[in-house]
């Protein structure tokens, strides 16, 4: 099915997203043709890394022309101000697809965009997977692997629908390929869901390191006595600002809540510092903790 319905692929952003997922396209699906589209300088440095077989930084258009599948791997604002030009270009046998971290956003303007199932379909996505450092020199092609992707319907039967596809199932096919779990996901219950396991502690992980360097005195203390444990604690405060603006204000409402609740929670810890009822606290991080390494 891959083999014939999806030769020739598109990747719009070669960042540590698009690039990885130009690596591994290139890695385990030799036949598939990959076209690159981005800043000449970035797109350049993702051909040299072997990642594409073909540059463009020119109109969109030319970019996508012939492609099977449109992989958008660009933050959500420039998605949502591109989506328009690629909706209007995209050949109409084509799968357009995108990365970007919130859904609900996304997948209204694909409703408007792409309203006939004749014409190049839309997919919202999500994969499940990345790291602190952005750019195509930290692309890899296994950053997927064994990591969940999210794909985004609404209720079972829009599913069922989507999965019905033949382009939508040549796609999951290459996830899969690519060593990825695809999980079907309504795109509010996905914003939710990431609100709380991904943008919320990357705000608590920024929130700690900013305390922390407010209190830097002139021998380095108190981080010149760290340990592995705070690196540990403190790798989401390594991502760029860049990466997370339209994350946040595309799900500010879920984040704001979420902080007002954590914020009770550290003020309950507080009250129970001197209690031994805070050994329940560590028993269920502990709990939580084995879930997650059982993940």
């Known amino acids: 099915m891959t083999a014939h319905l999806i030769r020739r692929v598109t990747v719009l952003g070669t960042g540590l997203i698009g690039g990885s997922f130009a690596l ?6 030799e036949d598939v043709h990959v076209t690159g589209w981005d800043r000449e300088e ?3 440095e993702a051909q040299a890394r072997g990642a594409i077989d073909a540059a463009s930084s020119g109109e969109v258009a030319a970019a996508i022309a012939g492609a099977d599948l449109i992989y958008i791997a660009l933050p959500i604002g420039v998605t949502l101000d591109i989506l328009p030009e690629i909706a209007a270009h995209a050949p109409v046998h084509a799968l357009v697809t995108d990365a970007c971290s919130t859904k ?3 997948t209204q303007a694909a409703a408007q ?14 994969p499940m997977a990345g790291r602190e450092l952005s750019g195509i020199a930290a692309a890899d092609a296994g950053l997927f692997r064994d990591h969940t992707y999210a794909l985004v319907a609404e209720g079972d039967r829009a599913a069922s629908r989507s999965a019905s596809d033949p382009r939508v199932g040549a796609f999951v096919k290459i996830l899969e390929k690519l060593g990825a779990r695809p999980l079907w996901i309504g795109a509010q ?17 920024v929130a700690l390191a900013g305390f922390l360097y407010d209190r830097l005195d002139e021998n380095g203390l ?16 390594g991502s760029p600002y860049s990466t997370w603006r339209d994350i946040v204000l595309t799900n500010r409402e879920l984040l704001s809540a979420s902080l007002d609740l954590f914020a009770r929670r550290l003020d309950d810890l507080r009250d129970r510092l001197s209690s031994r009822d805070l050994e329940a606290d560590f028993d269920a991080a502990n709990e939580l903790y084995k879930l997650l390494r059982g993940l």
Do not use: C, E, M, W
Not at 222 to 235: F, M, W
């Open 113 to 126: 965009l792409f309203p006939d199932p004749g014409r190049a379909i839309f997919l919202a996505g999500h």
């Open 189 to 205: 219950q996905h914003d939710y869901a990431v609100g709380l396991a991904s943008h919320l502690p990357q705000l608590t992980a």
């Open 104 to 106: 609900l956003r996304i």
């Open 42 to 44: 970035i797109v350049r």
């Open 24 to 29: 591994a396209l290139r890695k385990h699906l």
């Open 222 to 237: 108190p981080i010149t006595l760290a340990g592995p444990g705070l690196r540990d604690s403190l790798r989401l405060a």
